[in-house]
């Protein structure tokens, strides 16, 4: 039924940019928000950044003001804006989607990115 693609994930030196995308697939009812999440070898999977379906955004203090997620609607797609990269954002990056009555969330594979210093 429902899939999300994550995609644009790649070895980038320090200070550089990427550009994460996560296309989703399939019938998803009542979502409230869409959001992309980290996880480092050994350490917890973190909340990166969200939006909600009114378009609010949240950030994690660490990446406030580097990192822009947006979203396209009519294509289902979500985005991570990534610059000013750092050695400490190398993770997995897992797109998830939130929905609501019942609450229940869906995951992506996952997309490596790796930056170099």
């Known amino acids: 039924q429902v899939q999300l693609v994550e995609s644009g994930g790649s070895l980038v030196q320090a200070g550089g940019s990427l550009r994460l995308s996560c296309a989703a697939s399939?019938?998803?009812?009542?979502?409230?928000?869409m959001n992309w999440f980290r996880q480092a070898p050994g350490k917890q999977r973190e909340l990166v950044a969200g939006i909600t379906t009114g378009s609010s955004t949240n950030y994690a203090a660490n990446v406030r003001g580097r990192f822009t997620i947006s979203r396209d609607n009519a294509k289902n797609t979500v985005y991570l804006q990534m610059n000013s990269l750092k050695p400490e954002d190398t993770a997995v990056y897992y797109c998830?989607?939130?929905?609501?009555?019942?609450?229940?969330?869906?995951w992506g594979q996952g997309t490596q990115v790796t930056v170099s210093s």
């Open positions: 998830n989607v939130r929905a609501s009555s019942p609450t229940r969330d869906y």
């Open positions: 399939g019938s998803i009812f009542n979502i409230y928000s």
